[in-house]
């Protein structure tokens, strides 16, 4: 790597770390979002785990389990930090989308547990309450079940994770630019011999860097806190990861291309950047649109980002079923890139 | 080393330049003096490369931007008006980074650090430097890649007395080695004095007049000025025939004297028809802005 090159980089870097701000709104604020609303709609912390055991009550072990346990009401059973609920089928589905409860007692005299497999906290909830049993018995059935939607918390991840790129990216190389451009710092710049390729790549290289490190975070903070799990491939949430920060980059750098005024920019960031963040899908699902918009919303560069992190996370979606997006958002970045750098006043 | 031929540049309406011929030896240094909007820097940044003629010619060492834009840009060194450098990033690395697009080593951002007198600042932040010191950076900056061509726009303007001494001194220092030539603008009538072999006098796009401070001055026969303060209100009609301005419009002024006996005879005669009353009146050493309102009826400076 050339000199140049490298002085240019860190140079970047030291601008982004050394602003308090910026370590805020890109590292502390996704986690805290992620944190709040994954609390506030995701499973409950409770000490007891809740089972429901659906009705009629008939296997002799749950029965002998309930007898030795502490009565709250009539349905409701409380031992050894579990929580046995007896309801009808179908309050108890209910209970499963509200994510109430991941776990469930079949009927009937064989010990049947029905779960998502794909719900690890259901299968640790299995396996602990199984040791409370007093017969020593551990012979079951599994009935697996597909809980629709999931849990809230693995939808907004993704959706965490697709925002926080584009934000990061759209503000950080788009008013970096802008704000050098005001300063004639630009124009300062190009009078040496510098090549002017290799300030537009090291401001996104660096910015790049940073979306890694926050997005690292980001996933390790929910591996910790909500047992959030990576389904697909590294190498897929790479691919995906990368061409999100093409297409954000390249977005960022026609809109910044010419002025040099930091309102107009702040408002052609903003103009872009907060209807994607409201109908892309990043808080609750964009397929609630009429299908006119939908079948717009879907084409946006975040929709295609946050969809592709979405089925790669959560159901580890193979290479051959995202070249679309992949291709899409690569093409549009180095399309806008391209006419950016064409466009660009340096000062 | 610069040659500058039949040069215009228009803004829509506006003749920024409009036919500049200037030819710059090598280690001389030339102020471009003049008024807020004469041109200077137009001219400069034409000289820079940043902004094309529309008509003329502009070589550096017999190099036109056009077929040399990268060589070029390793002989020159520049500093713009109120460039403002990245806040976060300290002394030293914006030396360092600026330093790495001529390919130069840590060496010479100590030598340049030592030069602006700057050193003991080298680890403070950018936005924790004071006026004198940024235009001191940006000095530095300037000077990083050993140019032999230095144009400085403005590098003065908006520091107090002391900061711009020691930009002068840094110059100064310069100007003894020979190796670069300068290209100064400023509308500081002291700065163009103190630093520079020749004085252009730029206003309306056009050279007005060139040479040293002393040329100038002699050649316009302009050696004195009349400094007076009437007591009240008086009519400025009285004085038309004379070359002067109002300081403050019929009470107080200054007249620059051609002929110097003649005129103040005739400004005494005024006085005694008119009955005026004179509060206080000096005669001093004529300056640039003499030369300018004597030229154009206007002060160099607003």
């Given amino acids: ?347 | 080393m610069v040659e500058i031929k039949g040069v215009k540049k228009y803004f829509k309406n506006i003749k920024a330049v409009d036919g500049v011929d200037l030819n710059i030896a090598k280690g001389e240094f030339v102020a471009l003096l003049g008024p807020n909007g004469a041109g200077k820097t137009t001219l400069v940044e034409m000289v820079e490369g940043i902004q094309i003629p529309d008509e003329g010619q502009i070589s550096i060492t017999r190099k036109t931007w056009k077929e040399n834009r990268t060589e070029l840009h390793k002989m020159i060194g520049i500093s713009l008006q109120e460039t403002r450098f990245m806040d976060k990033i300290n002394v030293r690395e914006t030396l360092c980074l600026f330093a790495s697009f001529y390919g130069k080593s840590q060496t010479r951002v100590d030598e340049i650090l030592h030069l602006i007198n700057l050193t003991e600042k080298a680890r403070e932040r950018v936005n924790a430097l004071s006026g004198g010191q940024r235009q001191r950076l940006a000095l530095g900056i300037a000077l990083i890649n050993n140019p032999i061509l230095l144009l400085l726009d403005e590098p003065t303007t908006g520091l107090d007395p002391n900061a711009r001494r020691e930009i002068w001194s840094i110059l100064n220092k310069l100007k003894q080695e020979k190796t670069a030539s300068l290209i100064l603008t400023t509308h500081y009538m002291e700065e163009a004095e103190n630093l520079c072999d020749r004085i252009v006098i730029m206003d309306q796009g056009k050279i007005l007049m060139q040479g040293s401070l002393n040329e100038l001055l002699v050649s316009n026969n302009l050696k004195n000025t009349l400094y007076f303060n009437f007591v009240e209100k008086t009519d400025s009609q009285y004085f038309s025939d004379f070359k002067m301005v109002w300081k403050e419009e019929a009470i107080s002024g200054k007249i620059i004297l051609n002929e110097m006996n003649e005129d103040i005879r005739r400004f005494m005669k005024i006085i005694e028809s008119k009955n005026l009353n004179i509060k206080d009146m000096e005669i001093k050493s004529a300056n640039l802005d003499d030369l300018f309102i004597l030229l154009t009826g206007r002060h160099l400076t607003t």
């Fill in chain 1, 1 to 347: 790597m050339k000199q140049q090159f490298r002085q240019l980089f860190f140079t970047h870097i030291k601008e982004i770390i050394r602003e308090p701000a910026v370590i805020f709104w890109g590292m502390a604020f996704p986690l805290l979002t992620a944190w709040g609303l994954g609390m506030a709609f995701g499973e409950k912390s409770e000490v007891e785990k809740n089972i429901i055991v659906l009705k009629p009550l008939q296997n002799s072990q749950i029965i002998q389990w309930i007898e030795k346990s502490d009565k709250v009401n009539d349905s409701v059973y409380v031992s050894d930090g579990f929580s046995l609920t007896i309801m009808d089928e179908s309050n108890a589905i209910i209970q499963l989308k509200r994510g109430e409860a991941s776990l469930m007692i079949a009927p009937g005299n064989e010990l049947t547990f029905i779960y998502d497999p794909a719900n690890s906290e259901a299968e640790t909830a299995k396996l602990q309450f199984m040791e409370t049993l007093s017969n020593g018995q551990n012979k079951y059935i599994t009935q697996k079940i597909t809980v629709p939607g999931n849990r809230y918390i693995d939808f907004l991840l993704p959706g965490l994770m697709g925002m926080n790129i584009m934000m990061s990216t759209m503000w950080g190389i788009s008013y970096g630019m802008i704000e050098k451009r005001k300063l004639k710092l630009l124009r300062r710049m190009i009078a040496t011999p510098m090549n002017r390729s290799y300030f537009l790549w090291s401001l996104i290289l660096a910015r790049f860097l940073i979306n890694v490190a926050e997005m690292l975070l980001l996933f390790i903070f929910a591996t910790l806190l909500f047992d959030f799990k990576l389904q697909g491939s590294v190498l897929n949430i790479a691919l995906v990861f990368i061409s999100s920060n093409i297409s954000f980059a390249g977005l960022a750098v026609i809109l910044s291309s010419r002025t040099s005024n930091t309102e107009v920019g702040n408002g052609l960031i903003n103009a872009i950047v907060t209807p994607m963040t409201v109908v892309s899908g990043v808080f609750f699902s964009y397929h609630n649109f009429p299908e006119f918009a939908e079948s717009i919303i879907k084409w946006l560069p975040l929709t295609m980002s946050i969809d592709a992190l979405r089925s790669v996370f959560n159901e580890g979606i193979a290479l051959s079923e995202l070249w679309l997006p992949l291709t899409l958002l690569n093409l549009s970045g180095i399309l806008f890139f391209i006419v950016g750098l064409k466009i660009f006043k340096w000062y």
